[in-house]
């Protein structure tokens, strides 16, 4: 079977994460057509437009998409990217595995969680206005639909890898209406799964619990902005920015991204670790019932880490993007 798979390199360091992923891919052994799309600050630069039309299409039509990241300015300019992809392809569960790597020093070693963020409401719904000069108001939407949709993906998702616990985090004791209906949605789905067992936390309680005692934490469903939070949190206990990967899913299409951004002062540089997209793409391989490949992709990536030599600084090695590629090149060669 060939893919039809969209690949954009954004910005910063994305065309470099993105060119050393594909060749990855490509060393599985499965067929791609890839087609390269626009997107972000390059975008705007030549076509006059952060997100064209025609890359919103090709991204409904592939089979899946791999995107490097987008910068957006912060206060004036133009609306995020990521945001407006999502909310206008209705890319709704962003879901963030966190799990402890071989070799990778950090406080805890045996941390594996999943971050589920719904990605198309809350905060990020863009309703911002001036009330009065001086007074700004933000409007955080939570609809029935959007979480009871999100809590189904979550607990779909634990069951099909097989997990104990599905833990909604909110702040209904402050926010009563609106997490108060998230919670009430999280609690309706979790009765249709009786074989996964469900609790709920306080947004800050759980942030306090994720950085003590992460292993009480096995999926962990959310809202937008704190999903946003939470998932970085959970980056930073198994190595960073660097090496986590994402993916943001609807109904029959997927967007396949790091969790980093464009990471400006590297960028350029050919030391980018293109870990975390690496892994972005052992999911979208999942995705795409590849799970031969996404097997040996991962345990090729797990493997260069694990053997300790390699690594580039933000990991406090001084590997370039090529020497790390090329080890995970080598390695999928040889256990081909
Ligand atoms: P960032 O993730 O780009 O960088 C934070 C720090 O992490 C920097 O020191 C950077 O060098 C380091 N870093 C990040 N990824 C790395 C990698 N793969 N290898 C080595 N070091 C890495 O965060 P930021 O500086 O807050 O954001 C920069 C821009 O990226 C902003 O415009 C922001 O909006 C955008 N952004 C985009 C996405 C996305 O497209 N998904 C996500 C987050 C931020």
């Known amino acids: ?28 052994g499965i067929d791609v057509q ?14 006059g437009d952060p997100l064209p039309e025609e890359t919103i299409e090709a991204v409904r039509t592939a089979d899946a ?28 569960a962003n879901y963030r595995p966190a ?49 009871e949709r999100i809590a189904r993906f979550a607990f779909e998702t634990a069951q099909r890898q097989k997990r104990r616990l599905v833990t909604c985090v909110h702040k209904a004791n402050i926010l009563k209406l609106s997490d108060g209906l998230f919670l009430e949605c999280c609690r309706e789905v979790a009765s249709e799964f009786p074989e996964i067992e469900f609790d709920d936390c306080i947004v800050d309680a759980a942030a306090m619990r994720l950085v003590s005692d992460p292993q009480t934490f096995d999926v962990l469903v959310m809202e937008n902005l704190f999903g946003d939070i939470l998932s970085d949190l959970a980056s930073g206990l198994v190595g960073g920015l660097g090496v986590t990967p994402s993916a943001n899913i609807g109904d029959g299409l997927a967007v396949f991204e790091a969790v980093h951004g464009t990471a400006p002062d590297i960028a350029g540089q050919g030391i980018a670790n293109p870990m975390a997209l690496m892994f972005s793409a052992v999911l979208m391989l999942r995705y795409l019932n590849e799970s031969k490949s996404a097997d040996r992709l991962e345990s090729a990536v797990r493997g260069v880490l694990a053997e300790g030599t390699l690594r580039t600084g933000d990991l406090g090695g001084k590997a370039t993007t090529r020497q790390f590629t090329d080890a995970v090149l080598i390695r999928l060669a040889s256990e081909g």
């Open 1 to 28: 079977m060939t893919y039809s798979i969209v690949f954009i390199p954004g910005d910063g360091i994305g065309p470099e994460v993105v060119s050393a992923t594909r060749e990855v891919i490509d060393a599985c």
């Open 34 to 47: 890839w087609q390269e799309q626009s997107a972000g600050v390059s975008a705007m630069e030549t076509l």
């Open 65 to 92: 998409t791999l995107k490097g990241p987008t910068a957006t300015a912060k206060g004036s300019g133009f609306r995020s990217v990521n945001v407006a992809l999502r909310q206008k392809l209705c890319l709704y």
């Open 99 to 147: 799990r402890s790597l071989p070799g990778v020093k950090t406080r805890f070693e045996d941390v594996d969680l999943i971050v589920v963020r719904e990605n198309t409401e809350g905060l990020y719904s863009g309703l911002e206005h001036i009330v009065v000069p001086g007074v700004v108001e933000s409007l955080r939407i939570i609809t029935r639909k959007a979480s």
